[in-house]
């Protein structure tokens, strides 16, 4: 019997665009041109051992964190890409003080603006756990023709017109939302392609693993402990406690809660009052996505998605994942009842 046909991400975003008669498949070949730098970052993910790549490459980033050299490689290889593509004006990364506003013609003419952590997780390089690229592309805001401004990078993730990632991972799997759905896609090495695997990917409106790095629980306020408490205890109708998962790697453990459902959670701690994570090009893409998906995702507030950003590089608490789990977590957090 002849073997199922293999639909490579180009194929897939062709169609996809056929579907708008009125888009002009811009947004699809960026997405092409995202997927092209995170399958040379892949190449050397996948043989970082084996060359002189692995390691701290001696400087720190905007964050104070020590930089290592996959990171610099990766953020080269994204920016290097984008800057090439016909259809990117500028980017913001990670690891950059400031916005890259692209200065050539082309670049003036061209509509959208990518936001990227390029390699999220990279503390786990050298223990060879999964690591991954976050990406965000909005529609910018400044007039055609001249380059883009920082209002550009400033957009509230509700104004997102795609976003999503890349894990180098047991496999290496792209997986991006627009606003009609989230699709994911497995690198097949032999081809160099990859193809659609987990076509519209719903997030379980259930789950039973929460994940949250429990060695800060020192720093949570009761609320928070509380919550942590309830995750403990046994749930009388399964008669177990959830399960606890923490890689360390935002896009891993975004991951498994996308697939498998779940809770992941970054709060504000007494060290950390705004959380950890960025909110631009980890918590509004991941919160993008997740929504898409059929999931919610909070501050312990409100959600994620209409929080007006002011800085390029600020923080944000983060509660995201299946929706009745949020919403659990949110009446302990929040003391209110469904918040998002
Ligand atoms: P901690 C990785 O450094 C990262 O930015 C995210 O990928 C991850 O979720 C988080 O930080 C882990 O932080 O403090 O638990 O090591």
Redesign the pocket.
Known sequence: MASRKLITLDEFTIEETRKFPKATGELSALLRDISLASKMINKQVRKAGLVDILGKHGATNVQG?EQMKLDVYSNDTLISVLKNSADCAGVASEENDNELCFDDSFSHDSKYVVLFDPL????NIDVNAPIGTIFAIYRRVSPLGKPVTKEDFLQPGNKLMAAGYVIYGSSTMMVYATRIGVNGFTLEPSIGEFCLSHPDIKCPEKGKIYSV?Q??SAKYDDRLLAYLGYCMENKKEEGRPYSHR?I????A?MHRTLIKGGIFM?PADSSSPKG??RLQY?CNPMAFLIEAAGGVASDGKGNILDIIPTELHQRTPIFIGSKSMVNKALEFVANKETVV
């Open positions: 964190e999220d997780g990279s503390s790095n060695g800060n923490y360390g790697s935002m896009v453990d970054y950890k994570l980890e």
